[in-house]
């Protein structure tokens, strides 16, 4: 499967992509890493639900409608094991998640250079949060070349079921390894899922290194099945603890 991982940020959308049929070659324990980082993570999650019409519309009393809702936070860690990589720039890696003391299984994925991803066979969709994260370790998501304050572009994305567009704006360059960049993106995902959102977010990130040094991501989703709206809503922060090339 091919998903340009901000999309992903619409969870809803990961499911619904098709899969890679290839199979990676086992990597044995004692098989030295490539590269090892690990992230600090904090998470908020709003989840909202409207079912209208419960009454008839006639009744003296309206057509009141029910609504729910539910609120989360925590903080884990996001792990990146960098496997094996390609003169291409794809890379394999192994990511992991640990969530208000929860562990997530391991999914094996390849990263391509732009930032899309193939799931290989059997392994499990990426966490939201994870899935919007690695792509910033691609060798073109942001690109390890010199940038300029004012520097944008955009990408489209046009799935079966997913259109998306991603803007990327360069805010801040302090040194080489050290700029700014806000990301935003709309997105619909229609079919049985018939969700439209939006993600508004700021990294600080490494071009010398081609990572993330930390950012913030606020994703804001509504889906109408039926008589019923739902509204989902999250923000993650992410800030680089470990780095294995830091020592390089």
């Not at 890379?91 to 998640?97: G, W």
């Amino acid at each position: 499967m091919k998903a340009w991982t901000l999309p992903t940020l619409a969870f809803l959308a990961l499911a619904a992509l098709p899969v890679s049929a290839q199979t990676p070659a086992p990597v044995s324990s004692a098989t030295p890493l490539l590269r090892h980082l690990v992230f600090a993570l904090k998470l908020s999650t709003n989840y909202s639900s409207e079912l209208k019409g419960i009454r008839d519309i006639a009744d003296p009393q309206g057509a009141p409608g029910v609504t729910t809702q539910s609120r989360d936070r925590g903080e884990g860690t996001i792990t990146c094991d960098v496997i094996a990589a390609r003169d291409n720039g794809d890379l394999l890696v192994d990511v992991s998640e640990t969530l208000r003391g929860q562990v997530t299984p391991v999914s094996r994925v390849v990263l391509h250079a732009d930032g899309e991803v193939t799931y290989l066979p059997n392994q499990k969709p990426l966490a939201p949060e994870a899935a919007l994260l690695i792509p910033f370790l691609a060798r073109n998501y942001i690109g390890p070349q010199a940038h300029t304050v004012g520097e944008n572009w955009s990408v489209n994305d046009n799935f079966d079921n997913f259109k998306a567009t991603t803007k990327f704006k360069i805010t801040a360059v302090r040194a080489p390894s050290d700029v700014s960049v806000d990301v935003e993106q709309d997105f619909t995902i229609s079919g049985t899922q018939n969700s439209t959102g939006v993600i508004r977010g700021h990294a600080n990130y490494d071009p010398t290194k081609v990572v993330l040094k930390d950012g913030s991501f606020d994703t804001r989703s509504r889906t109408q099945q039926g008589e019923e709206y739902r509204v989902f809503s999250s923000f993650a922060e992410f800030t680089l603890r470990e780095d294995s090339f830091a020592k390089h």
